[in-house]
Nanobody, 115 residues
Framework: QVQLVESGGGLVQPGGSLRLACVTS????????MGWYRQAPGKQRELVAR???????YYTDSVRGRFTISRDNAKHMIFLQMNSLEPEDTALYYC?????????WGQGTQVTVSS
């Protein structure tokens, strides 16, 4: 059973930056496309960025140019660098395989963008 642990969230002002991290257990990590998802209050969970095992990246329109996803296969980790944060980015952020999440969700990490 793969476990996912997210970290790096916090409270930041509009225009600020945060870097999220996700560490995974299990040796199959390196073969999976991984993604960052987010869920805002009252909204469905959405996939905002994903990265293939060969480091090809995809972004949803709302974050393209502001967010950067990366991975370190040796450490079984993925990252999300978030710049120019907006109040609309406020959400609980999760990592999992993508575009379909196949493992149990972790606890997520809260990102709050507010002045």
């Amino acid at each position: 059973q793969v476990q996912l642990v997210e970290s790096g969230g916090g409270l930041v002002q509009p225009g600020g930056s945060l870097r999220l991290a996700c560490v995974t257990s299990g040796s199959t990590f390196t073969t999976y496309t991984m993604g960052w998802y987010r869920q805002a209050p009252g909204k469905q969970r959405e996939l905002v960025a994903r990265i293939t095992s060969s480091h090809i990246t995809y972004y949803t329109d709302s974050v393209r140019g502001r967010f950067t996803i990366s991975r370190d296969n040796a450490k079984h980790m993925i990252f999300l660098q978030m710049n120019s944060l907006e109040p609309e980015d406020t959400a609980l952020y999760y990592c999992d395989s993508a575009p379909s999440a196949v493992w149990s969700w972790g606890q997520g990490t809260q990102v709050t963008v507010s002045s």
